[in-house]
């Protein structure tokens, strides 16, 4: 009835179709029973379905083959279909495919089918087009429809079994035994299979990880209630439990147990705080991370279903659709584990910190059981040494005559147990306390960034960063340790290498017995007994020997551990430092200025007289005087002594500025105990602030640890102050010894007293405000204090730092080649800008930034003075050894003209008042110029260090231009594949950014290659070549070469600091290094030409060259 009304073909077709619906249900039978596996549904609407392809050359378990079979659509004319088993490709009709395939003509087929076995990978395309379109439609891997609109529904994906990665090397394996193949189509295939291979193993761990998820959160009450209950018990006891009496090395022993049971405790500690660092991190981050992956899971999808580019290979197709499946299956993995990750951390918050109470309480306990292991063993130790020493001693009185050197090398041993014991003792303790401070130190650490994460960059975040600071350990302290450490370490190994020799020589005991009793000369009758006690004392020797190789052993790992703590404290200290660095120039330390400061100001100050630490303060300073009264007495009498003699002191200068004006000249040690006299007469007023601050630092009270840091202040920057004061005073050192012109000089005294007057108070004023540690008093008093200082310096630098003014302008104009003639007004815009801008910041806010940048713009202003006054001196140096040099040369030839007048006048020959003598000479005016060459770049690189010692504090903060991106570079690399067999890598490539500060920094090297351009080469020759056995033109040529490769360097690295590397740039490299070839011909020509003479040489320096009746001197 069904077929009645059909015709013949029609009822063929329809035969065909049960025929295929047989062939359906017995292969489902048949997968079903081999792979235990049900059948998938894609659970898409009409007549689609699933069955496993027969199609193969022979039966072999399926992995991974699916064919999709639907209603042919009306209008559709199939044409031709490609079968491409054991690595041939083969052109067959649709009809022979169907039958083949046990299809019947009412069955449409996929439009790219795959059957893939353990043995070989058929893949089954086929190409059908809508009838007089012409058009392909290859959907690869999904089903196309048509509905009665005409339209096509949404390409439905059908469902598969999971790839593995034994599938996968099945189908490359195939994909492999593919001939005629192009070498870039097999490198897209490899790597579609690869990344496939990747993409199963990442959601292997995904899975792993998810079913770990689930299993401890299904576990947490269990958890719960455990932990509870060993919370609830009372902690280990740390007492180990053992007799001090037992051996020492049976104690060692069980310490040593202990201590792998500690380390294990602090490594667990360890792993849960970095896990708990990490939920910190992501438990926020987790809705976007689940939005993303969804996301990308949806554009997976949507990429699995899309159809295949037009064109692209049959094998191509089924390769990228793999890689897309194992994507989508990976994809689903970890949005299944970021929703169970989610889930956790409410279901397990309750047992986290649990967790963390118990394993500290095992850490506690095990560090505690530690400590009193090294207790037991040390008073083990003792005991075991004064029995030793006590039984050494007795067989010391005890002994032979004949033995008694014997007896007393063993009470030696014993003796020298003891010294070594008592140095383990010390620096065990030693250990401890570094390893407690190293402790406290990472923990201190750890919580500061974990409050910094969570909080960020707050005025409180500041707050807290700056009192860190105050309290890390000084480093410096350790780093002088490290080599008290290793002195010690050496010296213990030497004599642990004696002693090993010693005990070596033990081994044979009967030998030893011989040769002792040879030494003592021992007779027939005295060889029995003799012989015995010398074994005895021998034995002895050998287990003292034992002991003390034992103690030496515990003295070396401790040592050792001692290093390591010590240099692990010092680098701890050393990064939480530059951490902080980095951070806290960049926080407010205040709110920014308003218009109640004033009023603020006077309650700072009101505030500051009404301290109730004044009481305190003023009975201690009595107390001080009447118990240290001498020491009072002392700085009174110094400072009386310092202040009367000032007056001897300027006459006595007079006298030696009346010496050096008859002689005409300065001389360098009247010039340096002229400068001595005045430091010393200097030193006269700033002993009171500064003996004041001695005796505050005895108090305990936090008004005298203020003013004690303001009087420091107040006393070390009057004596600098004052010391240039009077070096710049009428007829002072500055005018008379150094020549520095009068106007100079005074406009210096003046600002530099002005300054004294007014600015060192103001200054006294924004240190104690900052000491008092209030908060209050900062942010008015010292604000306003800080402000009006600025103000004040910006009053004094600009008249003496301006090109135009008195004091510059005729030093400047005497160089007007060197740079810093032509960047006058760039630093004369920022020396004088600095102090606004100092000001600015402690107005929004930044008051501790514009503190630690205005003290150490004071630093720098005071060095730079120091600096031209040794290179005065320098200079004054060098003319007088110029001069008498000069001098020399000039006796020199007058002596040997005398001296070759009278050789003539005794051989009677006619004599001149002078005869012409030749002499060796020296170049003084070459020599001059090296010595300025060299000698300006000595003081330029002591310059750079000195900025660098006083800026480098706050250099750290610059860091966070890194974090200013610019632009992305992509850079390319080889990497290894995990898990190959053989060693295997590939290329990769990943995405870096260019910040602001490699930005910066490369500018700042083509600037130092520039400048070491043109200064190195000289100093290079002053330096090293003149030692040289080569002549002038070798040398010439080598500091040209220098001098290019330098620039050559400086570029290269520049360029690699932005990201331009050679591969970029190479082809533009190529095109300029062309068209400027051909456009500047004769420029590249002598360029090339000049480095090809100055290394063969057909001319050097000083020859004598014609070139077309032009005669010069090269």
């Known amino acids: 009835m069904i077929c009645s009304d059909r015709t013949p073909g029609e009822r063929g077709s329809f035969a065909r179709c049960l025929a295929a619906l ?4 017995v292969g489902l039978a048949v997968q079903s029973r081999a792979a235990g596996q049900s059948v998938p549904d894609d659970g898409s609407a009409g007549p689609r379905i699933l069955f496993s392809s027969p199609f193969a050359p022979e039966p072999a378990p399926f992995l991974h083959s699916r064919v999709s079979v639907s209603d042919p659509l009306p209008g559709t004319v199939v044409r031709t279909a490609s079968v491409v088993s054991a690595g041939a490709i083969q052109q067959v009709s649709w009809d022979e495919y169907l039958q083949f395939s046990g299809s019947g003509g009412g069955a449409r087929a996929s439009q790219q089918s795959s059957v893939v076995t353990a043995g070989n990978m058929t893949l089954l395309a086929a190409r059908s087009a809508q009838e007089g379109k012409g058009k392909t439609d290859p959907a690869a891997g999904a089903v196309s429809s048509v509905g009665p609109g005409g339209k096509p529904d949404e390409p439905a994906v059908a469902a598969s079994p999971t790839v593995t990665v034994e599938s996968i090397a099945a189908q490359k394996a195939a994909a492999e035994k593919v001939a005629d193949l192009a070498e870039d189509v097999r490198n897209r295939l490899a790597k579609h299979f690869q990344r496939a291979t990747e993409q199963v193993q990442q959601k292997a761990d995904a899975d792993r990880r998810l079913a770990e998820l689930r299993a401890e959160r299904e576990g947490v009450p269990a958890q719960l209630t455990l932990i ?31 201590d792998e049971r500690a380390a294990e405790a602090r490594r667990n500690l360890e792993a849960w705080e970095t896990r708990a660092r990490v939920r910190t991190e992501r438990k926020p981050q987790m809705p976007a991370l689940i939005e993303m992956t969804r996301q990308q899971l949806e554009e997976a999808k949507a990429a699995l279903a899309a159809g295949a580019p037009e064109g692209e290979l049959p094998l191509l197709t089924q390769a990228r659709r793999l890689e897309q499946q194992t994507l989508v299956e990976l994809l689903q993995s970890q949005l299944e584990l970021l929703r169970a990750e989610q ?7 309750e047992l986290y910190p649990l967790q963390r109470d118990v394993l500290i309480r095992v850490r506690n306990t095990a560090e505690k059981r530690m400590e009193a292991w090294q207790t037991v063993l040390a008073e083990a130790r003792r005991l075991e040494s004064a029995r030793q020493t006590q039984e050494a001693r007795e067989k010391l009185r005890n002994a032979h005559p004949t033995l008694k050197t014997l007896a007393e090398d063993n009470s030696k041993l014993t003796l020298r147990r003891k010294e070594i014991q008592e140095f383990l003792e010390t620096k065990t303790a030693a250990l401890q306390l570094t390893s407690a401070a190293l402790k406290s130190l990472e923990e201190r650490f750890r919580r500061v960034q974990a409050k910094e994460l969570r909080a960020g960059l707050t005025t409180a975040m500041g707050l807290l960063l700056r009192s860190e600071k105050n309290q890390i350990p000084d480093a410096a302290a350790y780093r002088r340790r490290f080599g008290d450490v290793e002195a010690d370490i050496v010296r213990l190994q030497a004599e642990q290498m004696q002693l090993e020799d010693q005990r070596a020589m033990l081994g044979d005991m009967e030998n030893q017995v011989d040769l002792k009793l ?57 990064s939480f430092r530059e951490y902080i660095d980095e951070r806290v120039l960049w926080i407010r330390s205040s709110q920014p200025l308003n218009g109640l400061i004033f009023r603020e100001t006077w309650q700072a100050i009101q505030q500051f007289w009404a301290s109730e630490d004044w009481p305190r303060l003023v009975l201690f300073l009595m107390e001080d005087l009447s118990s240290s009264w001498l020491q009072y007495l002392a700085g009174l009498v110094l400072f009386l002594a310092i202040a009367g003699s000032q007056s001897r002191i300027r006459a006595f200068s007079a006298g030696l500025a009346a010496e050096r004006q008859k002689q005409g000249r300065a001389l360098l040690p009247t010039m340096l105990a002229t400068m001595g006299l005045t430091l010393l007469t200097s030193a006269a007023w700033p002993l009171v602030p500064g ?25 070390s920057a009057l004596l600098v102050l004052d010391f240039f004061r009077r070096l710049c005073r009428r007829n002072g050192v500055a005018e008379d010894c150094l020549e520095w012109p009068s106007a100079v000089c005074q406009s210096l005294h003046a600002g530099l007293q002005t300054y004294i007057l007014l600015g060192l108070p103001l200054g006294f004023c924004v240190v104690v405000a900052d000491e008092l540690g209030d908060g209050i008093s900062a942010e008015s008093l010292g604000r306003l204090a800080f402000l009006i200082r600025c103000l004040l310096l910006l009053l004094l630098l600009r008249p003496l730092l301006d090109p135009n003014g008195s004091v510059l302008r005729d030093l400047l104009r005497a160089s007007p080649d060197s740079w810093v003639f032509r960047l006058r007004w760039v630093w004369y815009s920022v020396a ?26 004071q630093m720098t202003l005071v060095m730079a003075a120091a600096f031209a006054i040794a290179w005065t001196i320098l200079m004054k140096w060098l003319l007088e050894a110029r001069r008498n040099l000069a001098i020399r040369q000039a006796r020199a030839r007058r002596a040997a003209a005398v001296a070759a007048q009278k050789d003539a006048e005794q051989q009677g020959a006619p004599t001149s008042p002078i005869p012409p003598v030749e002499i060796p000479r020296v170049d003084i005016s070459l020599l001059n110029q090296q010595m300025l060459r060299l000698l300006r770049a000595t003081v330029g690189l002591l310059f750079l260090t000195a900025v660098w010692l006083i800026w480098g504090q706050v250099l750290p903060a610059l860091q966070v231009l890194s974090r200013v991106e610019l632009w992305p570079v992509v850079i390319s690399a080889m990497e290894r594949i995990p898990g190959a067999d053989v060693e295997t890598f590939r290329e990769v490539t990943r995405v870096e950014q260019v910040t602001l500060g490699n930005l910066l920094t490369a500018l700042l090297v083509v600037f130092m290659a520039v400048l070491a351009s043109r200064n190195m080469p000289a100093l290079l020759e002053l330096s090293v070549l003149q030692r040289l056995p080569l002549d002038h033109g070798n040398r010439h040529a080598l500091t040209t070469v220098s001098r290019y ?51 063969e040489r057909p001319v050097r320096i000083g020859d004598i060259v014609t070139i077309d009746g032009v005669t010069g001197a090269v």
């Not at 889930?343 to 918050?349: E, I, K, M, P, T």
Request: aromatic fraction near 8%; glycine fraction near 8%; charge should be negative.
């Open 22 to 25: 047989l062939m359906v249900v």
């Open 228 to 258: 509870r209950e060993q919370l609830a018990q009372n902690p280990v006891t740390a007492d180990p439990g053992v007799d001090p009496m037992v051996a020492v090395a049976e104690l060692d022993k069980l310490r040593q147990a202990d």
């Open 343 to 349: 889930a956790g951390y409410d279901a397990l918050s």
């Open 518 to 574: 040879a030494q003592i000369g021992a007779g027939a009758s005295q060889q029995t007994p003799l012989r015995e006690m010398t074994q005895e004392l021998l034995l002895d020797q050998r287990q003292y020997l034992d002991n003390l190789l034992a103690d030496y052993d515990a003295c070396l790992q401790t040592l050792g551990e001692l290093d390591i703590s010590e240099r692990s404290l010092d680098s701890t200290a050393t």
């Open 691 to 715: 003996f004041a601050a001695y005796r505050l630092g005895q108090a305990d009270a936090p008004l005298a640890g203020a003013l004690q840091q303001g009087f420091l202040y107040w006393g």
């Open 832 to 857: 004088v800008a600095a102090p606004v801008m100092l000001a600015i910041l402690a107005s929004v806010g930044y008051q501790y930034t514009a503190r630690e940048l205005m003290l150490r713009l």
């Open 1045 to 1095: 490769v330098l620039l050559l360097t400086g570029g290269l690295v520049s360029c690699s600091l932005v990201g331009i590397g050679w591969q970029n740039v190479q082809w533009l490299a190529a095109a300029l290094t062309v068209g400027l070839g051909f456009g500047l011909q004769e420029i590249f020509a002598n360029f090339v030409s000049g480095l090809i003479i100055l290394f």
